[in-house]
């Protein structure tokens, strides 16, 4: 399974940024997509994650600002960031949980938000 994640970038506090994430290869048909972020010093954190069903959960951090959905025909996951502030800054990793026997989660490579003025 690869995953590849494109749409950081910087950007102004208050801005808005859309990230993107198609994954290939052994995808289960029950699956969890999803997003995490991880600031310099700080360990790794749930942004937000969408089962194959379309169910969501968010961080409390997020919720109302960031809106997660995905194409299941494309095996894509979306993050859409409105009200971006500078403690959204961080190394955004996008993640694929097959839930099944044999089942795993794999990871994108990641794309820097930062959030400055």
């Known amino acids: 399974v690869q995953l590849q994640a494109f749409g950081g970038g910087l950007v102004q506090p208050g801005g808005s940024l859309r990230l993107s994430c198609a994954a290939s290869?052994?995808?289960?048909?029950?699956?969890?997509m999803g997003w995490y972020r991880q600031a310099p010093g700080k360990q790794r954190e749930m942004v937000a994650v969408?089962?194959?069903?379309?169910?969501?959960n968010y961080a409390d951090s997020v919720k109302g600002r960031f809106t997660i959905s995905r194409d299941n025909a494309k095996n894509t996951v979306y993050l859409q960031m409105n009200n971006l502030k500078p403690e959204d800054t961080a190394v955004y990793y996008c993640?694929?949980?097959?839930?099944?026997?044999?089942?795993?989660?794999?990871w994108g490579q990641g794309t820097q938000v930062t959030v400055s003025s």
């Open positions: 290869g052994n995808i289960f048909s029950r699956n969890t």
């Open positions: 969408i089962a194959s069903g379309n169910s969501t």
């Open positions: 993640s694929v949980l097959n839930i099944g026997v044999g089942g795993r989660m794999y």
